[in-house]
């Protein structure tokens, strides 16, 4: 996957799937140790709804809670609580290496556990027999191959997800990049070699990685000086640690959990930018604790497809409306202080159109515009507007002619038009792409405004949107003076045009010039 450059299917994986992914994994990893924390004889369970079987055996065996163990645990997480929240900043002033507390914890967890024998004295669960020594390697069989196949692909896709998101999360955390490439190459050549030692499939540990991100490991030098004290373990002083007692262990964890547990506060943040990322955090979140890893991630990759296939199907149109300068424009319901001009719609078109939202966009224009127009032809209402306001830049100028609005009689460039819409212009600054089905209703949109004697205008069309007409001959259909580098050379040409025919009609076709676009050769 890494060779075939399949690392950007890491998009798939938003910050809020990767939030809510490994936010719920850390439910299952702390719910992987509450039997050691407490000292329960229940078995761990597999499957769907593993994490809440496992509450549910644990509240059944509640009274069978080993008090030594739940002693030693309670004492394990304070200690390392109160110095990574406490102690840590001042220790770390004091001496220029981290102080690995952890690895004191387990000696001296071992030591005690084996000086009072807490194995047999409280019945404690301990670490047990660790084998020493490594197996021989060896080539698999592929008499299996057929039979693990799809479990194996089924694996190495959750694998990788759960290791992309613990890079995400450390990348974003400690501010550097990281190459998902790059990570499937490295994750494909462990497998590889592991597959010669019989190891299990290899990916990012949820748990492991938090510990050495708070005992300050940074660097590849920390895993490969882990690396060695783990073979120094196997090869020598495995049976050293066999009276570890697992509760020392899962304190540890729980610990170095806080950081993931944290990411919680994501979900409020994503709720204020956006409800449907908040969505995504949800689903990915209960997904993954009420079901399981594999599941949760599906879920969360199923949803955000399924958002990103509406949001290019859905976008947005809003009307815009100048400020008293007439060089501002924005969109009319978030700002009270922007208002329309008479006679002219300037409508802004969010996302990307395509044959399957083309027919709701035109029906949506056609909505406005209609509305508009009934407004006028019922109400008969009239409206003044000086145009001279509108063209003239200076302040003093503009704010006299203003003045003279109030009284009775007005200058000669003074022209009443109908509140009724004769003007359409586009604001295609944020249309992303168009297909020729799209061009095909918006020319026919276009053609029907023009029966009924309004305009249209294009405006900020983005040049990847401009070579899709071009080659689709629908400037060509619609004409060059239909386009313009902006709104408000758009809106001030036509009120150029009304004020220089103020006697005459206020709608005049624009010649049909033929144009084509500069080659790309």
Not at 25 to 38: E, F, M, R
Not at 66 to 73: G, K, Q, R, V, Y
Not at 477 to 502: E, K, M, Q, R
Request: aromatic share 10%; with cysteine.
């Amino acid at each position: 996957m890494g060779i075939l450059r399949l690392g950007a299917l890491s998009l798939l994986l938003s910050t809020e799937l990767v939030s809510g992914f490994t936010t719920g994994a850390a439910v299952h990893v702390l719910t992987s140790q509450v039997k050691n924390l407490l000292g329960l004889p229940i078995s761990r369970r597999s499957g769907m709804f593993k994490v809440i079987m496992t509450y549910m055996d644990a509240g059944i065996n509640i009274t069978k809670t080993n008090l030594a163990a739940l002693i030693l645990s309670v004492i394990t997480i304070t200690i390392l609580a109160l110095y990574n929240e406490l102690l840590k900043p001042y220790v770390a002033k004091k001496i220029s290496f981290p102080l690995p507390l952890e690895l004191l914890t387990i000696i001296v967890g071992t030591l005690v556990s084996f000086y009072w024998n807490f194995e047999s004295r409280y019945n404690m669960s301990v670490v047990s027999t660790i084998p020493t020594g490594l197996p021989e390697p060896k080539l698999s069989s592929f008499d299996v191959f057929s039979g693990v196949l799809l479990d194996g692909l089924i694996i190495s896709i959750v694998a990788y997800a759960i290791s992309i998101s613990m890079c995400k999360i450390f990348a974003t955390k400690h501010n550097y990049s990281i190459d998902p490439n790059q990570e499937l190459i490295a994750e494909g050549t462990s497998n590889i070699v592991g597959s010669f030692f019989s190891c299990a499939p290899i990916a990012a540990s949820l748990s492991r990685s938090v510990i050495q991100d708070a005992v300050g490991g940074k660097t590849q030098l920390a895993s490969l000086f882990s690396c060695g004290i783990l073979i120094f373990v196997l090869l020598w002083i495995g049976p050293f640690f066999e009276t570890l007692p697992n509760c020392v262990l899962s304190g540890i964890i729980v610990v170095a959990l806080k950081g993931m547990f944290l990411q919680f506060s994501d979900l409020p943040k994503a709720w204020a930018v956006s409800k449907v990322n908040a969505f995504v955090w949800v689903i990915s979140f209960l997904a993954t604790v009420v079901l399981d890893i594999e599941y949760g991630l599906g879920a969360g990759i199923l949803i955000s497809i399924l958002i990103l296939l509406w949001s290019s199907t859905h976008g947005s149109l809003s009307v815009l409306g100048a400020f008293s300068n007439f060089e501002l424009y924005t969109d009319v319901k978030t700002n009270r202080q922007a208002k329309e001009i008479p006679g002219i719609k300037i409508l802004k078109y969010t996302g990307s159109l395509n044959f399957v939202n083309a027919e709701n966009f035109v029906k949506e224009v056609e909505k406005l515009v209609s509305n508009d127009n009934d407004k006028g032809s019922e109400d008969g209402y009239k409206k003044e507007m000086l145009i001279n306001s509108i063209l003239e830049e200076k302040p003093r100028e503009r704010l006299r002619q203003r003045e003279n609005t109030n009284s009775k009689s007005h200058s000669r460039s003074s022209i009443v038009i109908n509140e009724s819409i004769d003007w359409i212009i586009f604001d295609f600054s944020s249309l992303s792409a168009i297909d020729p089905g799209a061009l095909r209703l918006l020319l026919g949109l276009y053609n029907r405004f023009l029966k009924h004697n309004v305009q249209i205008l294009f405006t900020s069309c983005p040049s990847p949107v401009l070579h899709v007409m071009d080659i689709s001959s629908f400037i060509k259909d619609v004409g060059i003076p239909h386009f313009f580098p902006s709104v408000h050379d758009a809106a001030t040409h036509v009120l150029n045009l009304l004020h220089n025919s103020y006697h005459q009609s206020p709608i005049e076709s624009f010649p049909h010039t033929n144009y084509s676009m500069p080659s790309n050769k």
